[in-house]
């Protein structure tokens, strides 16, 4: 069963991402434009941190070890080496606080 999840405040979100953890799992959210946008922050190839890589293309993530590239919007990998997605989380704003959708 999913359930909402308080992640943080959108006033604590500075610059275009953030990490948080749930149950060890740590999740970037992304800032993109006016959206936010959640994806598993360990690449699916060899668990750098998509994080502390680049945003290229308006909505991609480029992994900083191998430069595999995922669609922030979705998790989808793009490009070699990754050959899976990583896992994207709904996300609402509700009164100034970001939330993600979890399984329990
Ligand atoms: S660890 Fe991300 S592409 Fe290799």
Redesign the pocket.
């Known amino acids: 069963m999913a359930k909402w999840i308080e992640a943080l405040n959108e006033a604590d979100f500075s610059g275009s991402v953030k990490v948080v953890e749930y149950d060890y799992v740590p999740i970037a959210i992304f800032k993109l434009g006016d959206h936010y946008y959640a994806i598993d922050d360990t690449?699916s190839?060899?668990?750098?941190s998509l994080s502390e890589g680049e945003i290229v293309e308006e909505c991609q993530i480029e992994?900083p070890?191998?430069?595999?590239r995922f669609d922030i919007k979705t998790g989808k990998n793009l490009s070699f080496?990754?050959v899976v997605p990583v896992k994207s989380y709904p996300v609402k704003v509700e009164n100034g606080v970001i939330y993600l959708e979890l399984e329990e």
């Open positions: 690449c190839h060899d668990e750098a992994c070890m191998h430069g595999a080496p990754a």
